[in-house]
Structures are given as structure tokens and as C-alpha cells.
């Protein structure tokens, strides 16, 4: 029986209040496509506990997860080997149950994980200070264009061609509630990132410029060149790193002039599954911290004189006035960068110049033998770990065959970009250090008889 503690009266009464006609009223927002018009045809009204089970298990099956078959998946999301320790150290109970501390120097275990996980952040992006993390890399990157638009007191922001489609789509969402001028350019598929289309664009009014480093197609920007050319105009630059192992090999966006840098740490003790949970990223230069979003934990001494931790900052809307807030994000992911943390510690700064450098004599290894396949070739002048693979017929129909061979091969552009002319003969494929010599050798083959019309 469901539970409705309001009465009719009481919801006429707050629909009064608020100005509204009826319930309805209140998803004008929502498309009307996405909203129900009735029971979701083919779900029954009731089931029992087992029944229900029976059926959600056989839908499980039908997954195919990233470890059981050869895996070459990325586009924001990867698969890396996360150390059994990650996993038994965050489920300690005082990890586990730890939520965001609104009492916080209570917590001194927890602001201590949070200080040591935005020392690493700081250290990784080459920014001088980095907050105790967001809701994942999209939602970092729109409020890195916020901070930037009151930095600047500037409206608009220019999003390169090579920022992953899907930060982009929540930038624009986003943007409608703000007004802001949102300039989207579009991928092109050539070896190197156009960093002279992002150029022409900044213009007196430009608050920001976002590059994506490696970009979504796996090229690597000229930062330096975009970060000075923002900087003659006053704008600043943001940079989206979702692929954060690649730092161990490319120098570090701070270090070549970026103003904030954001990301998606998932790559890094997080793990993929099926969608989530996932883990913001996010640096900026000191100068810029009291705009930054999100909470900030320091180091102090207590009146004892021992060392001690304190939440410095914390300007989100439930602990100071809602207008001066400088964001609305409510938590910070904080079991997810305590993963993150433990598994970059167990690392160390010279495990992860290792791993990055195993990961891209992967992706050479996968890249050499995929050009070997007539009809196929690489896009990319450069790359880490991930690139851009054409081919001769529409990349879609080619992921479907890959999959019902068995092996998930990458994710094609259409899909990224499903009305973008041009891009659908590209294959984004994705190799980490969990990526085995039988598992290229067998996607070369299943690829290239799919190519040569062989049915499986």
C-alpha cells in the first residue's frame, strides 16, 4: 500500500501557495516524451519478492562485464586493476559510514583522508590547490565555468571540439538556468585538435575557454598556446582531464597554464560499474580559491600544539546564505576519494609514471596491430591510451558484431555524436594495463572478419 501522508487539502493548499494550477504544472520542464502517460506497458501491476528477483537476475545476465571478455571500452570511463587493499581499507567502518561532516572537526580521521586526497589532486593537475571533490567530472567541469563567470564577470564560455559530448550536454542544460553564452564547436576528424579554431573564438567577452587533455577523440592539445591566448583576452582556462593516469606521462595542465583544471577520477580505485558512482575532480590557482566551489579542508595546530585538521572552507548553499553560495553541490563523493586515494598512495608518484607508461605501450601495441587490417587506419599523430580508429563502414553496425562476438570493442562516434556529419566511421578504442596480448590479438581478428563480411 503506498504511503501518502498528505491529504487532498494539503496538496491544494501548497499548489495555492506556490501559484500553481495542479501537480502537473510542476514538469512543464520535462519533455512531454520523457514523461509517463499511463502504466510503463509490459511491467504488471504487482509481483512477489521472488518473482521480482527472478526477473532482475536474468536481466543482469544480459550484461556482459568489463573483466569477462576482452574490453576495449573508454570514452570517459576506464578499466584499471584496483588493488584488493582499496576495497577492504574503505570498508572499515569508520570509512564506510562517514558522510560529509557537518560537524567536522569531529571527523579528524575524515578531513585528514580529504586534505591528503586534495594534496594528491593538487600534486597530479600542477594546480596550487584542489577542493575535497565533486559529483563527477560534467558536473565539475559546468561549475568550473561558473567560478570562471565570476571571475571574470564575463557570460561566455567557448567549449572546444574536443570536449567529450556529454560534459558538454550538461554544460548547456545547465546553462539555460544561468543565461550564459555557451559558443560549442564541432569535432572533426584529423590527427591533431584544431587549437587554432578554439583561438579564433576568444574574443573580450570570453569568461572561459574548455579543452579536454587528451581531448575525447585521445589527441593531446597544445595548452600552452591555448592558455596564453585566453589569458591576452582575460579569459581564463579550463581544462577536463577524465583520463587521470594519463598525467603520470603528459605534463601536467597547471604546469602549462591552465587556471582550474577539472576531471573524472573514477580511472583511479574507483572501478566501473554499470554506470556509477563517480568521483569530481578539481584545481585551481590560489588566488582564485574563495570563488571555488565545493569545500576545502586545511591543517592547523590545536591549542596544544598538535597537528590538527579543520573544514577551511565551505561556501555551498547549506552553510552560508543561498545567494552567495558559489555552488549547490550538497556532498563530495567522499567515499569515492578516499578510494581514489588509498589506490593513488599504494602507487606513489612513481607507480604512476609506470602505469601510465605501461598503459601507452598497450595502446601502441593494439594500434599497430589494428593498422595492420586492410580498410583501417589510425586518426591519431598523438595519444595515451586511448585514439580514434577508422574504418572502412559505419563503426555502430561493427561495435554490435564485436559484442556478439564477445568482445566489447570500443565505443563508436556515432553514438558519442549521433548527429555530427562525418564522424561515424570512427571507433574510440580504449587499452589499460588489464588489456592482454590474447585480448588485442582477438579483436584483431574478430574486426577484421566482421571487415571481410564473415558471419560469426
Known sequence: MRYLPLTSSDRAAMLETIGVAGVDDLFVDVPAAA??????????????????ERHMTALAAKNLSAGSVPFFLGAGAYRHHVPASVDHLIQRGEFLTAYTPYQPEIAQGTLQVLFEFQT???RLFGTDIANASMYDGSTACWEAILMAARITRRGRTVLSGGLHPHYGEVVRTMAKFTQDDIVSLAPELVAD?????????????TSSVVVQYPDVLGRIPDLAAIADAAHAKGALLVVVVTEPVALGMIEAPGVLGADIVVGEGQSLGVGLQFGGPYLGLFGCREKFVRQMPGRLCGQTVDAAGKRGFVLTLSTREQHIRREKATSNICTNSGLCALAFSIHLTLLGGEGVARLAGLNHEKAQMTFDRLARIPGVSLLNAAYFNEATVLLPRDAREVVRDLADRGILGGVSLGRLF???DGLHNGLLVAVTETTTDDDIEAFAVALEAILAGETA
Open 120 to 122: 594528491q589532486v593538487a
Open 35 to 52: 514523461r509517463l502517460s499511463g502504466p510503463i506497458e509490459g511491467l504488471p501491476p504487482h509481483a512477489s519478492e521472488m518473482a521480482v
Open 193 to 205: 585538435p584544431d587549437d587554432a579554431a578554439v583561438i579564433t573564438q576568444i574574443d573580450a567577452d
Open 418 to 420: 549521433p548527429v555530427a
